[in-house]
T-cell receptor, first 113, second 111 residues
């Protein structure tokens, strides 16, 4: 399985600011995903990060709010823009490994005041 | 469409008790099924999976059998430990590698 790291692991931010979360994988992967997990909730897919092209966003998520970069097959960033307290969540990146299995990073815990 | 329905928690058990967490699914085609575990303060870890009907996934004493006839993938463990306290997510992989997660079941095991 792939080893996935995320930075930062947690942060406390002021409303109106932006935070960029990094996801690094120890091997090249075709598909990378970004999820949000609101407190006490399940995972919601934000977008699929595509290498060399714009990310594919799920319903309810837009590029202006959650811009994503994927410059190569081992790295991606998610920015949470113009934050509000409702953006307080855990943000997780994942990759698709062999046999249709997704592997997850440790998550970034974000609190917006 | 695809969806996963998971037993609601929280579940509290005494150490060495038997655990069952129910999971049923709706899917087009033949999805792969997964159980993920999230320990406090951590991300999701793959616990076990099954890729076709009648397959049994197992890991760390946990088991789940892919039952096509009942569209179920219930998680079981014969004797839980305090260290099993976590949130458990059932998931399926649909077409285009889209994952569908259940709502999660919180398990607390008390000594």
């Amino acid at each position: 399985s792939a080893v996935i790291s995320q930075k930062p692991s947690r942060d406390i931010c002021q409303r109106g600011t932006s935070l960029t979360i990094q996801c690094q994988v120890d091997s090249q992967v075709t598909m990378m995903f970004w999820y949000r997990q609101q407190p006490g909730q399940s995972l919601t897919l934000i977008a699929t990060a595509n290498q060399g092209s714009e990310a594919t966003y799920e319903s309810g998520f837009v590029i202006d709010k959650f811009p994503i970069s994927r410059p190569n097959l081992t790295f991606s960033t998610l920015t949470v823009s113009n934050m509000s307290p409702e953006d307080s969540s855990i943000y997780l990146c994942s990759v698709l490994g062999r046999a249709e299995t997704q592997y997850f990073g440790p998550g970034t815990r974000l609190l917006v005041l | 469409g695809n969806s996963v329905t998971q037993m609601e928690g929280p579940v509290t058990l005494s150490e060495e008790a038997f655990l069952t967490i129910n999971c049923t699914y709706t899917a087009t085609g033949y999805p792969s099924l997964f159980w993920y575990v999230q320990y406090p303060g951590e991300g999701l870890q793959l616990l076990l999976k099954a890729t076709k009907a009648d397959d049994k996934g197992s890991n760390k004493g946990f088991e789940a059998t892919y039952r096509k006839e009942t569209t179920s993938f219930h998680l079981e463990k014969g004797s839980v430990q305090v260290s099993d306290s976590a949130v458990y997510f059932c998931a399926l992989s649909g077409t285009g590698n889209q994952f569908y997660f259940g709502t999660g079941t919180s398990l607390t095991v008390i000594p």
